[in-house]
């Protein structure tokens, strides 16, 4: 779990201790907020502090969204600050309950990779690859860091190319090639006097650390407001003010559909979509000293909601299933060109 602002821009422990204020006041949310309060508190060193966090979500009486990913990133901080044996036995443990969610995977497997573990890393990836990949079908956006890692191990390894290589470099989008990426001999170029050696491997240098850069820096989503067909049906009763923006659910949903799409194609990064419910919306309202019925609150809802971690990236892959709650996959129903 990554925070949600480019490292040299935030105060770490100021940041955490809002993340945590913010987690007392909406319940619901804990887990996401509380999982960046704790990347806040190991970038800013206190990792004790972190553990303290994750420890707080695992012993919670409300059940986790992710479980494996809060254990996961426990045993990752640990690991930093000198606890291996603990660290270890949480990421045995995880390897043997087998989770169905890529991210936990790729927790622990560069976590062994990062402290020289190669042959441990390489197993974790190879074992999640096999769980969670099915042979023939494009591979899930979410599993591509488990291809990647694998490739990576396996070139600090020296190992030979195999199936789950090649379809690493098939998910691969930088213009640099994973082989050239991922091999451990390139930093000798680093020392060579040749000009041109020199400049290829900063042109490769940059394109890793663009990669990286993206992964840590992940702005709140510009999230765009979805109502359930009964929630709608409840608000628009409520508050028939509100009528003349939602028409219908069907034109809903397709408002939702063609806003995103006008966004993504004038260039605006991280779109996502946050669901509302009336209770919640009303308690907005209220905390606002404002009426549910006024229409210039809802996009205010919406951008609450999306900094409490309740938005859902848009758009989904092809075969996932449809944001809209159809239960249909999205490249059949909204994602239909």
């Known amino acids: 779990m990554?925070?949600?602002t480019p490292a040299e821009n935030v105060d770490h422990t100021a940041e955490a201790a809002r993340l945590e204020r913010t987690a007392d006041l909406y319940p619901e949310d804990a887990e996401a907020l509380l999982l960046r309060a704790a990347a806040h508190r190991e970038l800013s060193g206190d990792r004790p502090a972190a553990t303290a966090l994750y420890d707080r979500l695992l012993a919670s009486s409300q059940e986790l969204d992710a479980p494996y990913l809060v254990r996961a990133l426990k045993a990752s901080n640990l690991w930093e600050y000198?606890?291996?044996?603990?660290?270890?036995?949480?990421?045995t443990g995880i390897r043997a309950a087998a989770p169905?969610?890529?991210?936990?995977?790729?927790?622990?497997?560069e976590?062994?990779?990062?402290?020289?573990?190669?042959e441990q890393a390489h197993e974790t990836f190879t074992q999640a690859v096999r769980l969670l990949l099915t042979e023939g079908t494009t591979p899930p956006r979410a599993t591509h860091p488990l291809?990647?890692?694998?490739?990576?191990?396996?070139?600090?390894?020296?190992?030979?190319?195999?199936?789950?290589?090649a379809l690493a470099d098939t998910v691969h989008t930088l213009p640099i090639t994973l082989d050239e990426l991922h091999d451990p001999k390139r930093?000798?170029?680093?020392?060579?006097?040749?000009?041109?050696?020199l400049e290829a491997e900063i042109v490769r240098l940059r394109a890793e650390l663009g990669?990286?850069?993206e992964a840590l820096s992940r702005p709140f989503p510009v999230a765009v407001l979805h109502w359930p067909a009964n929630e709608l049906t409840e608000l628009t009763e409520a508050y028939p003010d509100l009528a003349e923006e939602y028409p219908s659910y069907d034109a809903h949903l397709a408002t939702i559909e063609a806003a995103l799409r006008e966004l993504a194609s004038s260039g605006t990064p991280n779109l996502g979509?946050?669901?509302?419910?009336v209770p919640s919306y009303e308690a907005f309202a209220a905390s606002e000293l404002s009426s549910p019925a006024d229409p210039a609150l809802l996009p205010q809802y919406a951008t609450t909601l999306a900094a409490r971690g309740r938005a859902v990236a848009w758009p989904p892959e092809r075969t996932a299933a449809c944001w809209c709650g159809s239960g249909r996959p999205y490249g059949e129903c909204h994602g239909a060109d």
């Open 100 to 109: 169905r969610d890529p991210a936990p995977w790729v927790i622990v497997a």
């Open 2 to 4: 990554r925070p949600d």
């Open 273 to 277: 979509i946050v669901t509302g419910t």
């Open 147 to 165: 291809l990647l890692g694998r490739h990576r191990v396996r070139r600090m390894l020296g190992a030979a190319h195999d199936e789950w290589d």
């Open 111 to 118: 976590s062994l990779e990062s402290h020289d573990e190669l």
């Open 187 to 197: 930093v000798w170029s680093l020392g060579s006097e040749n000009p041109a050696e």
């Open 82 to 91: 000198g606890h291996e044996a603990e660290a270890r036995a949480i990421i």
């Open 211 to 213: 990669a990286f850069r």
